[in-house]
Every structure is written in structure tokens, then in C-alpha cells.
């Protein structure tokens, strides 16, 4: 699949990515803040080295929740630390907030009336971390950062946007 550049009228930059977790962060944006009451423990959590639901499920397991009553507003990535909200129904946020599980923080929790829906986001924040950058091109990056800065970035990443085949549109209409 070939997507137009953004930057087409820079040269490529090569760095390393991804090296490690930290390399990539994502913070959630919220559509709205909880309420502060209802049956829905809403859990803005940090995880690392799991899917989303990888970390929802863990976490319903621990607090003795159904996993099919919890909620969250978008997938975030296996190979990063992300940051985001998720709601958990039948838990105290207590028992949330004292969650031992292996890669997931539950940094805070509050009350909602109803469970997180897909979309009820507003976007995500990215922390993208480059190495070993050839000193010779920081000014080309210079040039690359101030360009996404003034004009934004396009919603679509490859794949997870369109699917391996590219086929995501096509498999949706059927």
C-alpha cells in the first residue's frame, strides 16, 4: 500500500524507533471527564507491553469484574506506553486502584453513570522518541517537526488504518 508523504519535499531521516517501550507514548484525550458517580469505575490506567484488552481483561480478573461490561474509547498499542481511560462495571475504585498487575498503573479512578464507549475520545497526545539521528540532518528534522507542527498530521498510520490488505473499506461493506 502506498500513502502520499506528508513531507515528500524532505529527504528521508533515518533514526532508530521503538527501541523500547518509552520510545512511543500515547496519551488518550477524553471526550468528557467522569461524572464522579454511578455503577461505572472509570480507571485512566498506564500500561505497557499489553493490548488493550489484554490490560482491561487483566484488571476485570483482579477485581472479580466481567470483562464483557467493561469499556474503553480506542485500542492503544501493545509496543508502547500508553495512557488512557477504561471503565470497569461490578468493582469498587478501590479494588481498581489497588490493581497488581504486571504492566498496567492505575493512576486514577472515578465514578460514571455509564460504561466508555469506542470513540468517546477527542484524539490522542504521541511522544515519538528518535535514536541515533545523523548530527548532519537535525536541521532537516528541524524543518520535518516545525512542518507537522504548523500543519498537523494525517489520521492514517498504514496498516492498522487500512487493514494487511488494505481491503479494511471493502470487508466493512459486506
Given at each position: 500500500?502506498?500513502?502520499?508523504?506528508?513531507?515528500?519535499?524532505?529527504?528521508?531521516?533515518?533514526?532508530?524507533?521503538?527501541?523500547?517501550?518509552?520510545?512511543?507514548?500515547?496519551?488518550?484525550?477524553p471526550a468528557y471527564p467522569p461524572s464522579g458517580n454511578g455503577e461505572h469505575v472509570f480507571a485512566f490506567i498506564e500500561k505497557r507491553g499489553l493490548t488493550t484488552k489484554d490490560a482491561v481483561r487483566a484488571v476485570c480478573e483482579h477485581v472479580g469484574a466481567d470483562p464483557k461490561a467493561a469499556g474503553w474509547a480506542g485500542l492503544k498499542d501493545r509496543h508502547a506506553v500508553t495512557r488512557q481511560w477504561v471503565s470497569v462495571f461490578g468493582a469498587s475504585p478501590d479494588a481498581i486502584l489497588r490493581t497488581g498487575v504486571e504492566g498496567i498503573r492505575v493512576l486514577e479512578v472515578a465514578l460514571h453513570p455509564q460504561k466508555l464507549r469506542t470513540g468517546h475520545l477527542r484524539g490522542n497526545r504521541f511522544w515519538i522518541r528518535l535514536r541515533q539521528i545523523d548530527p548532519s540532518r537535525i536541521d532537516a528534522l528541524r524543518q520535518l517537526l516545525s512542518r507537522i507542527e504548523n500543519d498537523g498530521l494525517p489520521n492514517y498510520y498504514g496498516e492498522q488504518r487500512f487493514g494487511r490488505d488494505g481491503d479494511n473499506a471493502e470487508r466493512a461493506l459486506r
Open positions: 500500500m502506498t500513502l502520499p508523504y506528508l513531507t515528500s519535499s524532505i529527504a528521508p531521516i533515518e533514526a532508530e524507533f521503538r527501541s523500547i517501550p518509552e520510545d512511543f507514548e500515547v496519551e488518550e484525550i
